[in-house]
């Protein structure tokens, strides 16, 4: 340390005129001081001052210049050293020096800005403003053939100062995806993929940029897919694989990607992975296992790449993944289940899929899952039964399979995602008058629509059970179904619903409520008049936003109430003469004659 406080006094004192040699040989102090107490060495190096001294040292000309930047390199390892060097000045310099042609230069100028750049705005900040980062991506184009080792050395540094410059910076990081630094990180992947250290810096430069949006559209123009999967095939490393994984992830949510990771041969990758972990208790393999199966889901979210594996249902990957559904371990069952719901995004696949047996596969699986089940397991079956639910065709055959009795079971789940799917389920199998009588006079199911009508913490599992309140009511047409709603309190929840900020679902619930007032007036009428319907049906009507179909029904409900005389008093004593006059000219045709009828139905009972 007292040679170390001998080099900064005469560094200090004789810097403009030291001769070479003299000071090199404080340099090489500075450096073996570094190397044997960095953070100590580096405050005294700030405490002297010497720091403003080393931009004046930095000149492309001088033997030394590696060596000052190669102490930059070493103090900017701590986080207190990295405002004082961009506050030295150091910045300008150091870019400057990108422009040299000696390759020790060039290392150590992009590892000192690498380390300054490191977590430090100003840093940042600096570098951008002196345009270093567009030198350094000219160098990795102009040096990225090259497989000399010194080469890929300083390829490898560069790319860390990249990274550094932009980690978690959007702005910086579009900077440099318009400098089209993803095709050149690309193509370094390609032709360095024998070096790991360089591998392994491109792979953590492609998981920096991977999150914008705007990357995946240019991945998506190179071969990266191609080159991801042919690094993927070698490793035998769990920390190797799970690095590519970690760049697959957000690229495959690219659907242009994902299919070309599907005919890079990903999936069988993937599938490899899955048949040697799923018997091990080795956490390392059971995560590994985990990410597998979680890519190969995110790949079948893509409709094309979906349409491919499927193969019109003999697809070997389809029938692979189906193989998961009755497995023992949670996660392949999760992946299974999913994947199924992603294979059912359209009727031919689901026709399909319902014709052979895979209903029974997921309403099997959902028996395992009753008592203390996965929810998230619970959770992906169901999704994949609403899917499957959704052709016309499927629901008769769904229907008498048992799922409406499967999906009940689930009825006591107080997880708001298991409830939603629950009832998106039913809601999606009721299309028949005699399905929807059944469980409409379900009182159990019942009387859990109403609770859940009022879950205000979970608007769609609120919105969802309203939505089946009506549908029980619309597609079964009966007394029944009707009276049982009205005396477990579901009346109040559609007329609610008659207010919804969605037309779909107002146009639900006033067809409900026309149909209630219709077969049902006399036992609605109370619970009817509580609610105000007839103050917002006059709401609907003098609304000029509602949407035509909005008036047309609530033309048709004012008609149906007065057969009530406690409900025509109400619209009696409300100006809705006035207002349906007006809709006598809208210029929907079928608007214009319900406000005819209605009309001369208010002024024969007026």
């Known amino acids: 340390m007292d040679n170390l406080s001998d080099a900064l006094k005469k560094l200090k004192i004789t810097a403009i005129d030291i001769s070479e040699d003299s000071l090199e040989g404080c340099l090489d102090c500075l450096l073996q001081a570094l190397a044997q107490n960095n953070m100590e060495t580096s405050e005294k190096l700030q405490g002297s001052g010497i720091l403003q001294l080393f931009a004046s040292l930095l000149t492309p000309h001088s033997p030394c210049t590696a060596k000052v930047a190669n102490i930059i390199a070493e103090v900017a390892k701590n986080e207190f050293m990295r405002l004082p060097c961009v506050e030295a000045g150091l910045i300008p310099p150091l870019v400057q020096l990108l422009n040299c042609k000696d390759q020790e230069v060039l290392l150590q100028t992009g590892r000192a800005l690498g380390n300054i750049c490191y977590d430090s705005h100003e840093g940042r900040s600096a570098v951008e403003h002196a345009g270093g980062a567009q030198i350094v991506v000219d160098h990795l184009r ?10 890929e050395k300083l390829l490898t540094v560069f790319c860390g100062m990249l990274m550094n410059y932009s980690n978690e910076n959007d702005s910086l990081q579009a900077q440099l995806i318009n400098m089209g630094v993803i095709p050149t990180l690309v193509k370094l992947l390609g032709i360095h993929c024998q070096n790991s250290a360089l591998t392994e810096m491109c792979l953590v430069a492609f998981g920096n940029l991977a999150e914008l949006e705007s990357s995946k559209e240019q991945f998506a123009y190179t071969n990266v897919a191609e080159e991801l999967v042919k690094l993927f095939k070698k490793q035998i490393e769990h920390d190797k694989k799970e690095m590519i994984f970690e760049v697959l992830a957000p690229l495959a949510e690219n659907d242009a990607i994902k299919l070309q990771l599907v005919e890079a041969g990903l999936v069988e990758c993937l599938l490899e992975i899955v048949q040697q972990t799923v018997d091990s208790e080795r956490e390392e393999d059971m995560a590994e296992l985990k990410t597998a199966s979680d890519l190969m889901v995110l790949l079948l979210l893509g409709d094309e790449s979906m349409q491919k594996l499927f193969e019109g249902g003999k697809g070997s990957v389809f029938q692979r993944v189906l193989s998961w559904v009755p497995s023992n371990n949670h996660q392949l069952q999760l992946a299974g289940a999913l994947a199924i719901a ?32 996965n929810v998230t397991v619970q959770h992906a079956a169901l999704s994949a039964l609403r899917n499957l639910a959704i052709p016309v065709v499927n629901k ?7 799922v409406a009795e499967a999906v009940l079971k689930f009825l006591k789940s107080e997880m708001p995602p298991v409830q939603f799917k629950l009832l998106g389920t039913l809601r999606m199998l ?12 379900n009182v159990k199911l019942v009387q859990r629509l109403v609770e859940w009508c009022e879950a205000k913490d979970h608007a769609g599992v609120m919105g969802e059970s309203n939505r089946l309140l009506s549908a029980l009511i619309r597609h079964s047409k009966s007394k029944d179904v009707i009276k049982t709603i009205v005396q477990n309190g579901g009346v109040k929840h559609l007329v609610t619903m008659a207010t919804s900020e969605h037309v779909i679902m107002q146009n639900e619930a006033l067809v409900a409520l026309a149909l209630i007032a219709a077969l049902e007036l006399v036992t609605a009428e109370k619970d009817l008049e509580n609610a105000k319907l007839v103050q917002i049906l006059h709401r609907l009507l003098a609304d000029e936003r509602s949407a035509p ?17 406690t409900l025509h008093k109400e619209v009696q004593s409300l100006a809705f003469l006035e207002v349906v006059s007006k809709l006598r000219s809208h210029e929907n045709k079928t608007v214009a004659q319900q406000a005819s009828l209605t009309e001369q139905r208010l002024t024969v009972d007026s």
């Open 342 to 373: 992603n294979f059912a995004r359209n009727d031919g696949n689901c026709i399909h899929m319902v014709d052979n047996g895979i209903v029974q596969k997921l309403m099997d699986l959902l028996d395992r899952h009753v008592e203390d089940g």
């Open 549 to 565: 179909e909005i008036k047309y029904n609530s033309m048709v409900l004012i008609c149906a109430l007065m057969g009530s005389e």
């Open 430 to 441: 009721i299309d028949a008058q005699e399905a929807a009588e059944q469980l409409g006079k």
């Open 396 to 402: 008769a055959k769904m229907l008498s399979a048992g």
């Open 142 to 151: 102009a040096l990225g053939s090259s497989t000399d080792p010194a080469n």
